[in-house]
C-alpha cells in the first residue's frame, strides 16, 4: 500500500508496448465551496480496453466523468487532462465530442417529441441529414450494424425506459468516438438487453475503442471490464487488473472497511428458515386474484388472476423479469392503476382505492422504481420531499412550517442522511440519500404495509447496507412489507418468502428454506409449462 492509502498496479503505468494511455486524469482536484469532491485523483485508461470506475454514490465518479465530458471546465480544477499523451483543456461538451469523447449519461437524455432517427442524428447538420427521412434512413443502417432493436421512425415519447436508453447508446456510437463513457448504462435494461450491450462493447473494444464503464453492479463490471479503478472520497484507493478481481476487496476498498455481512440478520420468526410459502399470522395485506389490464391494449392484462399474502413483521419478496407485471402489482394496491378484478384486503377489511391519497389514508406507503421520474421533486429541496405526504395534517390554510422543519430533522436523523442542511436541494443528495429521502417519506404516515419497488436501484453498496437495515427493522417492528427487486441476491437476502411472476401470472411460490437463486431465475426465465399453457 502506498503513502496515500492505495493498493495494486501503480497509477502511471504506461500503456501495452509503452505507448501513452489513451487517456488521463492527472491529480484531478476538484473543489465546490468548502466541499473538495476530487482529491488528486489519478485514472489512466489504457487504448482499447473496458476500464471500470466503480466506488459509493458521493466518492468522485460523477465529478470526473464531468470533467471529461466538459461539463466542468479546465480552470475550475486542479490537475491535467491527457488524451493520447496531450494536455487538453475541455471548456465545454462540444471539446469533448471534437476530441472523440462520448458519453452515455445515468439520466435519460433524449428528447421525446422527435423519431429514433432524429435523436440518433441529433445535431448532424447539413449534406444527407437535411430531412427528416434521411435521418431515420440513416439512423435504421447503423441501427442494423449494432443489431438492436428498435424502429428508427418510432417517435421516442411512444419507447420504454430501456428502449430509450439503447436510443442513447446508439446516438453515442453514431459519432464514432474514441472514447465511451457508460454511466449505469444498464439500469433500465432487460437481461436480454444488457447481454447483447455488453456484446456490442467487446466487439468495439475489440476494434479499438476504448471505454469508461461506470456500475453500481459488481458482478457486471466482473464480467465485462478489463481493469478498474476505485473511488472513496475523492481518492483513487484502488487500481485492479481482470486476474485481481475479487468482490470483497471491491467492496471493501469501496467503503473502507471489511464488508463481513451485507444483509441484516433476521430475527423471531423471521429467522425460521422453513419452506413455508403461506405467511405463518394473519395477512395485513392480501391480494385476491387480482387482474390489470394492459394500457395500451384493453384486451390485455399485465397482471392476471394474482394471489398473495404478507403478514406484520414479515417481508415479503416479488421476483421476475423486467415486464413481469411487478411494478403494476405495486401500482394497483396503491391506486396508482384500476383494478379490472380482484380485490385487495387490509386485514380482513376489503380496500376500494382509486389514488394514493387514498393508500396513504389506508395505511399503505410506496416507494416507487424511478426516484428520477416519479419518486422525488427534484425543484423543491429535502424538506419539502420528506414532508409532502403530510401536507394536510400541517395545516388546511397556513403551513405549520415549524412542525415541517421537525418532520424532517427527524428524518435526517432516523435515517442517516447525509446533507448540509434540510433545505439542500434533493437534486444535490447523492442516489442513496435521495432513496433514504423516498423512504422517510413513505413512512412519515406511519404505515401499516410498506410497498418497495426496486429499493437499492442506482445505490452504492454501503448505502445498500443502510438501506436493508432500516427494512428489516421496520418489519421487527411489525411493518408487512413487499419488495419488488431484480437482484435475486438482494431478494433473497433480505426476504422471508418469495412470489415469482411471468407474464404477469404467479409461476411459483416458496419459503427461505426453499430458496435459491437458481429457483427463482429458473421460474422468471422458463418457458411455460404446460399446466400454465391450459390455464
Known amino acids: 500500500m502506498t503513502p496515500d492509502g492505495r493498493t495494486g498496479a501503480p497509477a502511471g503505468a504506461p500503456s501495452a508496448g509503452g505507448s501513452p494511455p489513451a487517456l488521463e486524469l492527472e491529480s484531478i482536484t476538484k473543489r465546490f465551496g468548502g466541499v473538495t469532491a476530487l482529491r488528486d485523483a489519478t485514472v489512466r485508461v489504457r487504448r482499447g480496453e473496458v476500464h471500470g470506475l466503480v466506488g459509493e454514490n458521493g466518492a468522485g465518479k460523477s465529478t470526473l466523468l464531468k470533467i471529461l465530458d466538459g461539463q466542468y471546465p479546465a480552470g475550475s480544477y486542479e490537475g491535467v487532462v491527457r488524451i493520447d499523451g496531450e494536455a487538453v483543456a475541455l471548456h465545454a461538451p462540444q471539446d469533448a465530442r471534437a476530441r472523440g469523447i462520448a458519453i452515455v449519461p445515468q439520466e435519460t437524455s433524449v428528447i421525446e417529441t422527435l423519431s429514433v432517427g432524429e435523436n440518433i442524428c441529433f445535431g448532424e447538420g447539413g449534406g444527407p441529414f437535411a430531412d427528416v427521412r434521411a435521418m431515420e434512413r440513416h439512423a435504421a443502417a447503423f441501427i442494423d450494424q449494432l443489431a438492436l432493436r428498435l424502429d428508427a421512425r418510432t417517435q421516442v415519447a411512444r419507447l420504454s425506459s430501456s428502449q430509450k436508453q439503447l436510443v442513447m447508446i446508439a446516438r453515442a456510437l453514431y459519432r464514432r468516438p474514441r472514447v465511451l463513457i457508460l454511466d449505469e448504462p444498464t439500469s433500465a435494461l432487460t437481461a436480454e438487453e444488457t447481454a447483447r450491450l455488453f456484446a456490442l462493447v467487446r466487439q468495439l473494444r475489440d476494434g479499438g475503442l476504448t471505454c469508461i464503464f461506470v456500475s453500481h453492479r459488481l458482478d457486471e463490471v466482473s464480467e465485462l471490464c478489463d481493469r478498474l479503478s476505485i473511488l472513496r472520497d475523492g481518492r483513487v484507493v484502488d487500481e485492479l487488473a481482470r486476474a485481481d478481481f475479487d468482490v470483497e476487496r471491491i467492496i471493501g476498498s469501496m467503503i473502507g472497511r471489511r464488508l463481513t455481512d451485507l444483509y441484516p440478520e433476521r430475527t423471531g420468526d423471521a429467522a425460521d428458515a422453513g419452506p413455508a410459502a403461506a405467511p405463518a399470522a394473519p395477512p395485513a395485506l392480501a ?147 435521495q432513496q433514504k429521502v423516498m423512504l422517510a417519506r413513505a413512512l412519515e404516515r406511519g404505515p401499516r404495509v410498506l410497498l418497495l419497488d426496486e429499493p437499492t436501484v442506482g445505490v452504492d453498496v454501503g448505502a445498500k447496507a443502510e438501506i436493508y437495515r432500516l427494512i428489516r427493522a421496520l418489519a421487527d417492528a411489525g411493518v408487512a412489507v413487499v419488495v419488488v427487486s431484480s437482484e435475486s441476491a438482494e431478494l433473497l437476502g433480505l426476504c422471508d418468502r418469495f412470489v415469482v411472476l411471468r407474464d404477469g401470472a404467479v409461476v411459483d411460490r416458496f419459503g427461505l428454506g426453499e430458496a435459491s437463486e437458481t429457483r427463482l431465475m429458473t421460474a422468471a426465465m422458463a418457458a411455460k409449462t404446460s399446466s400454465e399453457e391450459e390455464r
Open 287 to 433: 391480494v385476491e386474484r387480482l387482474s390489470i389490464r394492459h394500457p395500451e391494449r384493453p384486451g390485455d392484462f399485465v397482471v392476471r388472476d394474482v394471489s398473495l399474502a404478507v403478514a406484520p413483521g414479515e417481508v415479503l419478496g416479488v421476483g421476475g423479469l423486467v415486464g413481469s407485471g411487478r411494478s403494476e402489482l405495486l401500482g394497483a394496491i396503491y391506486g396508482r392503476h384500476p383494478i379490472a378484478s380482484g380485490r385487495v384486503l387490509l386485514g380482513e377489511r376489503e380496500l376500494r382505492i382509486s389514488s394514493p391519497r387514498e393508500a396513504l389514508a389506508a395505511g399503505i406507503g410506496l416507494v416507487t422504481e424511478d426516484r428520477k421520474r416519479d419518486g422525488l421533486l427534484f425543484n423543491l429541496g429535502l424538506r419539502e420531499n420528506v414532508t409532502l405526504a403530510y401536507l394536510r395534517s400541517l395545516g388546511s390554510v397556513v403551513l405549520d412550517r415549524g412542525r415541517e422543519r421537525e418532520i424532517a430533522q427527524e428524518a435526517v436523523r432516523r435515517f442517516s442522511i447525509a446533507t448540509r442542511s434540510i433545505e439542500t436541494p434533493v437534486g444535490q443528495l447523492s442516489g442513496g440519500n
